[in-house]
């Protein structure tokens, strides 16, 4: 006799069952749902050029079905949120990365070659005649255009028929000539504003055959094509008589004369960008100077927090110290407030005119240290700020390692006459610092790559005289990279994409050597 479910009267297995297959069939509709999703923007990317996007989205839709699909592969679900994950947010940057790295990417270097072909086909130059002046007079819901040239010997008008300026598309109207103007009070210069969209797409044809364009807000002129396409696919200038033909080395239309026309568009370059680093010396300088700096940052930052957080967690050990915990708590504050808050109130103290720093060392010592023009004492404003940010996390960490240490170390080194200094060099820093390596590599890592604190107290400056990219005296590897990539006027992608391999190359050094140190197998 069957055991039966009290809410449905089904037998238990066949309930069970039921619930497997509406569950199995639920997750197919999703799975199915989201492979049409992903092959939806397969198509979307690949119509827009994006080739690299439609393969991510292509190569992820179809590991998503098979995954999903085998029941051999069952046990890789479970992790495939996560690898998938990883493949869209850190591989497919970071290759994409190093493909633009080498490349000619800049904002001169941006459009593709169609997309640049087209734009130089579009420009248009006025041709040698006079042009007309514009008036538009309303006419039940229409408008007409009216049009009039006095400079000639001739006065020419011409008007046209009555149109619907609604209508944005570009379009050829024919105009009639005229002896005089409509006698009716023509619109203000607020219509001509508000339909200038409109007539930017007319093109009004004489009775001669001459094509009129818009050639400023009130006036419209004999306008005409700059350019000719040819067979080879090089373009004629009609304006300059020469011939631009297209250079896929260097990405440009170049004329005649080896004068490169913006804009270009991106092409492979090879090991460029990288030789640029080292080669040029406009760049080599300012490279070498920022690169040193960024290590001497992120080592002084990792010894001068570690020496404050570890004797404070020292002092905090102390037996006959009263109010550990509102210590603590005091000592571990700065760690609790916003990183960009701190470091802003710490500009406004640093501040050279007005600032609290300046004015204290003003009336006790007489001076008001340059903090933000001075190269050195920039530096060292960084790093007293970094500090200040940085040490509770490293008292927080010698905290719980020196409470791990057996007190009867302690207790043999008082029997053999040890005080508190040769404890604390002789017992608590040697135990400690073997499990503290891999995080002070990883601090060491993280401050390498401290973006926000140059960006929100120096941005970068004092500048570096002679450097022909955006370079700081205060500027890391990373912001440097930011200033070529975001600030440059040329916003060389391509420059800025080779530095931030290399970044990229350091930091996984780094992370490998932590690894080791960590005894992790890899």
């Known amino acids: 006799m069957y055991t039966t479910n009290a809410s449905r009267g089904l037998p238990r297995h066949r309930s069970r069952h039921l619930t497997e297959r509406y569950t199995r069939w639920t997750l197919r509709c ?10 939806w923007l397969v198509v979307a990317f690949h119509l827009n050029g994006q080739w690299m996007f439609a393969l991510l989205f292509l190569v992820l839709g179809a590991s998503l ?44 270097n941006l459009l593709s070659e169609e997309r640049v072909r087209g734009q130089l086909m579009s420009q248009t130059y006025q041709q040698e005649g006079n042009a007309f002046e514009l008036t538009l007079y309303q006419e039940g819901e229409l408008v007409r255009l009216y049009l009039e040239n006095s400079e000639a010997d001739t006065t020419q008008r011409f008007v046209s028929s009555p149109l619907n300026l609604a209508n944005q598309e570009t379009r050829q109207i024919g105009i009639q000539a005229v002896d005089a103007s409509p006698a009716q009070e023509p619109l203000g210069m607020r219509a001509i504003i508000q339909a200038r969209d409109s007539l930017q797409g007319l093109r009004l044809l004489t009775p001669d055959g001459a094509e009129l364009r818009m050639a400023g807000l009130r006036q419209f002129a004999p306008m005409v094509d ?44 090879g090991f460029t960008n990288y030789t640029k680093i080292f080669t040029d010396p406009d760049i080599r300088g300012p490279f070498m100077q920022i690169f040193v700096w960024t290590f001497v940052f ?14 404070l967690a020292s002092l905090l050990q102390w037996d006959q110290l009263k109010g550990k915990a509102v210590y603590r708590t005091l000592l571990i504050l700065p760690y609790a407030v916003p990183a960009f808050i701190s470091i802003l109130i710490f500009k406004g103290m640093f501040n050279q005119h007005f600032g609290e720093v300046n004015m204290i060392l003003d009336t006790l010592f007489g001076v008001r240290p340059e903090w933000f023009t001075d190269p050195w004492l920039a530096r060292s404003m960084l790093l007293i700020v970094n500090t200040w940010l940085g040490y509770p996390y490293m008292l927080l960490l010698c905290m719980g390692l020196i409470q791990a240490i057996p007190q009867d170390l302690y207790e043999a080194s008082a029997v053999d006459g040890g005080g508190p200094i040769t404890n604390l060099f002789k017992i608590t820093l040697p135990l400690i610092i073997k499990p503290l390596t891999p995080l002070l590599i990883a601090a060491f890592a993280f401050n390498f ?7 929100l107290l120096t941005g970068g400056n004092p500048d570096i005289l002679g450097a022909s990219t955006p370079a700081g005296t205060t500027d890391l590897l990373v912001s440097y990279t930011y200033r070529i990539a975001f600030q440059d006027a040329g916003q060389n992608f391509g420059l800025a994409a080779a530095i931030a391999t290399l970044i990229f190359l350091l930091v996984a050094g780094m992370s490998l050597l932590n690894l080791r140190l960590s005894k992790v197998k890899v």
């Open 30 to 39: 999703v799975i199915a749902t989201l492979v049409i999703a992903l092959l």
């Open 65 to 108: 079905g098979v995954v999903f699909t085998k029941r051999t592969l069952m046990s890789h679900r479970y992790i495939f949120p996560a690898v998938a994950g990883l493949g869209v947010f850190v591989i497919f940057p970071l290759l994409y990365t190093i493909g633009i790295s080498f490349s000619n990417y800049s904002s001169s």
């Open 226 to 269: 700059r350019y000719e396409a040819r067979e080879d696919g090089a373009l004629y200038d009609r304006r300059d008589d020469r011939v631009l033909t297209p250079d896929p080395a260097r990405g440009f239309f170049v004329a005649d004369n080896g004068e490169s026309i913006t804009p270009g568009w991106p092409v492979n370059v």
């Open 298 to 311: 992120a080592a002084l930052t990792v010894v001068f927090t570690l020496a404050v957080g570890f004797v």
């Open 449 to 455: 790559n401290n973006f926000v604190l140059i960006a």
